[in-house]
T-cell receptor, first 115, second 116 residues
Framework: AQSVAQPEDQVNVAEGNPLTVKCTYSVSGNPYLFWYVQYPNRGLQFLLKYITGDNLVKGSYGFEAEFNKSQTSFHLKKPSALVSDSALYFCAVRDVRKGYQKVTFGTGTKLQVIP | DVKVTQSSRYLVKRTGEKVFLECVQDMDHENMFWYRQDPGLGLRLIYFSYDVKMKEKGDIPEGYSVSREKKERFSLILESASTNQTSMYLC???????????????FGPGTRLTVT
């Protein structure tokens, strides 16, 4: 079965500094990986995905993620953090069974950007 | 823009009550999902549906059932609510695999259910 792990419950970063939110995955076959963000009191929003191609994927709000097959990682990054980036971030991986649209989510990482 | 709406933002029910959570999407998506979100546990899939009247159990279906009579509407039913079902419930929908943006899920704002 596929899974993702987010090793940090919370990440604190100063405004203007680069940020990284970590995610590692476990899947047989080619991984389809995703990042979602949840702002306070709102539903989740899709940020970006990796299916194939360039290992560096660009997404919404200036975020990008780096796919690393040898380290089975898909870390979320941003060069310069904003206070408004403070939110809960979820990594996810799709179900490998052909035809299934199900994805499995990680436990989430709370990002706190300090002014 | 895709819009996924849920019938209530906050709901308080008593133990043993039958509870209906409604979700409607306006993008003609085939796939719809119900999750519960709990601190430290992330999102866990309860049920999903890939077509009208079709459903599949997710990871934690016990104590829940679903109904999909129309393509745009997916209902989650708690047959007899219990305190351990106090949680945030999120509905989502997605395009079919053949579409341009497969697997991307669009979420509703959530329903925070408290069972007392």
């Amino acid at each position: 079965a596929q899974s993702v792990a987010q090793p940090e419950d919370q990440v604190n970063v100063a405004e203007g500094n680069p940020l990284t939110v970590k995610c590692t995955y476990s899947v047989s076959g080619n991984p389809y990986l995703f990042w979602y963000v949840q702002y306070p009191n709102r539903g989740l929003q899709f940020l970006l995905k990796y299916i194939t191609g360039d290992n560096l994927v660009k997404g919404s709000y200036g975020f990008e993620a780096e796919f690393n097959k040898s380290q089975t990682s898909f870390h979320l990054k941003k060069p310069s953090a904003l206070v408004s980036d403070s939110a809960l971030y979820f990594c996810a991986v799709r179900d490998v069974r052909k035809g299934y649209q199900k994805v499995t989510f990680g436990t989430g990482t709370k990002l706190q950007v300090i002014p | 823009d895709v819009k996924v709406t849920q019938s209530s933002r906050y709901l308080v029910k008593r133990t043993g009550e039958k509870v209906f959570l409604e979700c409607v999407q306006d993008m003609d998506h085939e796939n719809m999902f119900w999750y519960r979100q709990d601190p430290g546990l992330g999102l866990r899939l309860i049920y999903f549906s890939y077509d009208v009247k079709m459903k599949e159990k997710g990871d934690i279906p016990e104590g829940y059932s679903v109904s999909r009579e129309k393509k745009e509407r997916f209902s989650l039913i708690l047959e007899s609510a219990s305190t351990n079902q106090t949680s945030m419930y999120l509905c989502a929908s997605s395009f079919p695999i053949q579409a341009e943006r497969p697997y991307e899920q669009y979420f509703g704002p959530g329903t925070r259910l408290t069972v007392t």
